[in-house]
């Protein structure tokens, strides 16, 4: 049993359909149609917490609520329990060595997304073993409370802590040297130019990452050395940030922030 909003589920789906196991997602209508998609076409039960509702809101504690109280006194079920799961962060650890050892040990910064914070930190605290001075960015969206308000709606799927939601314990703000905000146009933005600049499809909240580390860039020291955790692929949002006719719906395109996400790689490119 599982609260999620998609990137999870999917990954507990191959499992359960590995082993045998009866995987039963919590989830609401904010998820990507895609995730649930493959989600169900891996044998996943899928328990909609809006199911009467139509709309796009995060629902994250409303689902965690759900979740536990429908594996709550059931001795053949278990609550993975993403966001306060040790081992959500404990699996990020070979990433953190393989940073490492395909770098020299050479990293200035990391930047990655928080979610549920297991990514980032996790993968953060065993690189710190390899490389201690390493300056970690986290990135959530704008809207997102982890590090701190505004509190507000946002489209940027599997990421951020929204209004409402516990801040999760693997969120080690001992490790974070920084946190950034970044909106759905901008992150949407950088996912799509992206996309057709280099032929490397990343999702949303992966775009909220590239556009800090892409900003970062033009004021970095030269020879600096800056990791971004693209911690989620593009394919899962073909109805959504890859759709225009989605996007100009909830006005997400702005062909001026592409414009300069797309300078600023030209930029790049000839450096």
Same mark, same amino acid.
């Given at each position: 049993?599982?609260?999620?909003?998609?990137? !999870?589920?999917?990954?507990?789906?191959?499992?359960?359909?590995?082993?045998?196991?009866?995987?039963?997602?919590?989830?609401?209508?904010?998820?990507?149609?895609?995730?649930?998609?493959?989600?169900?076409?891996?044998? !996943?039960?899928?328990?909609?917490?809006?199911?009467?509702?139509?709309?796009?809101?995060?629902?994250?504690?409303?689902?965690?609520?759900?979740?536990?109280?429908?594996?709550?006194?059931?001795?053949?079920?278990?609550?993975?329990?993403?966001?306060?799961?040790?081992?959500?962060?404990?699996?990020?650890?070979?990433?953190?060595?393989?940073?490492?050892?395909?770098?020299?040990?050479?990293?200035?910064?990391?930047?990655?997304?928080?979610?549920?914070?297991?990514?980032?930190?996790?993968?953060?605290?065993?690189?710190?073993?390899?490389?201690?001075?390493?300056?970690?960015?986290?990135?959530?969206?704008?809207?997102?409370?982890?590090?701190?308000?505004?509190?507000?709606?946002?489209?940027?799927?599997? !990421?951020?802590?929204?209004?409402?939601?516990?801040?999760?314990?693997?969120?080690?703000?001992?490790?974070?040297?920084?946190?950034?905000?970044?909106?759905?146009?901008?992150?949407?933005?950088?996912?799509?130019?992206?996309?057709?600049?280099?032929?490397?499809?990343?999702?949303?909240?992966?775009?909220?990452?590239?556009?800090?580390?892409? !900003?970062?860039?033009?004021?970095?020291?030269?020879?600096?050395?800056?990791?971004?955790?693209?911690?989620?692929?593009?394919?899962?949002?073909?109805?959504?940030?890859?759709?225009?006719?989605?996007?100009?719906?909830?006005?997400?395109?702005?062909?001026?922030?592409?414009?300069?996400?797309?300078?600023?790689?030209?930029?790049?490119?000839?450096?």
């Amino acid at each position: 049993m599982e609260s999620t909003s998609g990137n !999870t589920g999917l990954g507990l789906a191959v499992v359960a359909a590995e082993h045998g196991y009866r995987f039963t997602a919590v989830v609401d209508n904010h998820a990507a149609a895609d995730k649930l998609r493959g989600m169900k076409a891996m044998g !996943t039960h899928l328990v909609h917490v809006d199911e009467d509702g139509d709309g796009e809101e995060l629902h994250t504690a409303a689902r965690e609520e759900l979740a536990e109280d429908m594996a709550r006194g059931k001795d053949n079920t278990f609550f993975t329990e993403q966001h306060n799961n040790p081992s959500n962060a404990v699996g990020y650890y070979p990433v953190g060595r393989e940073i490492a050892q395909a770098l020299d040990n050479r990293v200035d910064l990391l930047i990655g997304a928080v979610g549920t914070g297991g990514g980032l930190c996790g993968t953060a605290r065993e690189l710190r073993k390899h490389v201690p001075d390493v300056t970690v960015v986290g990135v959530e969206p704008k809207g997102s409370i982890a590090f701190g308000p505004p509190a507000h709606d946002y489209y940027q799927s599997g !990421t951020g802590t929204p209004e409402g939601a516990t801040i999760g314990l693997l969120v080690d703000y001992d490790l974070i040297d920084e946190g950034v905000k970044v909106g759905d146009i901008e992150a949407f933005a950088t996912a799509r130019v992206v996309a057709r600049r280099t032929g490397l499809l990343i999702g949303g909240s992966a775009g909220g990452v590239v556009h800090d580390a892409l !900003t970062r860039l033009t004021t970095l020291p030269p020879d600096t050395v800056m990791v971004a955790f693209i911690n989620d692929g593009g394919e899962k949002y073909m109805d959504t940030v890859f759709n225009d006719e989605w996007m100009n719906a909830r006005q997400l395109i702005d062909e001026a922030v592409e414009a300069d996400i797309d300078e600023t790689l030209t930029k790049l490119r000839r450096n």
